[in-house]
């Protein structure tokens, strides 16, 4: 099967605007991420709407797509992106890889995780889970859970803890039953996405405000892989700092 890495990359953000371009210890966010991609990917582009990310990618001598500033989500501006990879270079991918643009530490080894998961051609749709080893996390909001049947297949994501543990006090629930907490990268066939991108907000979606919950509603599967590396995603100016101090220089 034929792989392709693509970065959807937004200069406007809300919480921190221009993110993509930060400086981490020399280097730029987006720059970061696409050399770690590129250790586990032949091919990487990132699809952005704005000029000024395109000229830093060639800058540092990455690819890039430029895609509409109407896209609601990543998932829509990655199906547009493939269409125009796929057009330019006459070459056919089976699967795009959705990296975040926020995570400029990701782990290749994550990357190759999602890989094998299309080691079946059953897979869809494929994600990494954590185990929670945090009691806090479980209840923690910020990071969605998730519970899978005996194949690996999600069966649903969750801001709540997921499941409920009954007849047991909360501070001993993490002892009582393995919880799992999503860490948001995934991988689509490319058939797939294209027609993942046509459905409608579903209910479970616009309730929980997680994406993936329309595709299971809509009879896709999702097959999970364990992960034990962390994400380390940056949201804001806070997080940025925190990073820099947590993260030596090259």
């Not at 290749?108 to 890989?115: M, N, T, V």
């Not at 459905?199 to 405000?209: G, H, P």
Request: a positive charge.
């Amino acid at each position: 099967m034929k792989f392709i890495g693509i970065i959807p990359s937004r200069y406007e953000s809300s919480r921190f605007p221009g993110k993509p371009l930060v400086n981490i210890h020399g280097k730029s966010m987006i720059n970061r991420v696409y050399e770690q991609a590129k250790k586990a990917l032949d091919y990487v582009y990132v699809a952005t709407d704005d000029e000024r990310i395109a000229n830093e990618i060639k800058q540092f001598g990455g690819q890039y797509v430029i895609t509409s500033k109407d896209h609601k989500s990543g998932t829509d501006r990655l199906a547009e992106a493939i269409k125009i990879i796929q057009k330019k270079l006459n070459t056919p991918f089976d699967v795009v890889i959705n990296i975040q643009g926020d995570e400029p530490f990701i782990e290749p080894a994550q990357i190759k995780e999602l890989i094998n998961c299309f080691t079946s051609d059953e897979t869809e749709i494929a994600t990494l889970i954590k185990k929670i080893t945090n009691p806090e996390d479980i209840f923690n909001p910020n990071k969605p859970k998730v519970i899978f049947d005996y194949q690996m297949n999600a069966i649903y994501f969750s801001r709540s803890p997921i499941p409920y543990v009954r007849n047991k006090e909360k501070e001993h629930w993490l002892k009582s039953f393995d919880f799992y907490r999503h860490i948001g990268m995934y991988a689509y066939k490319t058939s797939v996405l294209s027609k993942i991108t046509l459905l409608e907000r579903s209910k479970l979606e616009i309730a929980e405000s997680l994406e993936q919950n329309r595709w299971i509603e809509n009879g896709y599967t999702i097959k999970l892989a364990k992960t034990h590396f962390d994400s380390l995603g940056i949201d804001t100016p806070e997080d940025l700092q925190k990073a820099l101090s947590l993260i030596k220089k090259d």
